[in-house]
């Protein structure tokens, strides 16, 4: 079966970097891209960032936009989210998804309702 499983969280000072992975597994990695999407307390869950398919496009929200990059090896079955430049704002809950349309080329923003699997979450924490 289909699984996502996020790792890399922690407590970072602001300013600092941390690396978030989602290891896939249970279909065919290199056919589906994603998306990490956040949630802070209190309030909704927001779109971070999408990739698609192939890696061949990536797109960013605003907020994150040069501070975040997101990457996949198709070797390893596995997504990444490196975040350089933490802010306080930046804490929350961060989940991957996976899209539910094999071999979309566009990355996003698009409805949550898109990606079928989610992983758990991992969280972040930006705090001196």
């Known amino acids: 079966q289909v699984q996502l499983v996020e790792s890399g969280g922690g407590l970072a000072q602001p300013g600092g970097s941390l690396r978030l992975s989602c290891q896939a597994s249970?279909?065919?990695?290199?056919?589906?891209?994603m998306m990490w999407a956040r949630q802070a307390p209190g309030k909704g869950l927001e779109w971070v960032s999408g990739?698609?398919?192939?890696?061949?496009?990536?797109a960013y929200a605003d907020s994150v936009k040069g501070r975040f990059t997101i990457s996949r090896d198709n070797a390893k079955n596995t997504w990444y989210l490196q975040m350089n430049v933490l802010k306080p704002e930046d804490t929350a809950l961060y989940y991957c998804?996976?899209?539910?349309?094999?071999?979309?080329?566009?990355?996003?923003?698009?409805?949550?309702?898109?990606?079928?699997?989610w992983g758990q979450g991992t969280q972040v924490t930006v705090s001196s």
């Open positions: 998804g996976k899209d539910r349309q094999r071999t979309r080329t566009v990355v996003g923003p698009i409805p949550f309702s898109e990606y079928d699997y």
């Open positions: 249970g279909f065919t990695f290199g056919s589906y891209g």
């Open positions: 990739i698609n398919f192939d890696g061949s496009d990536t």
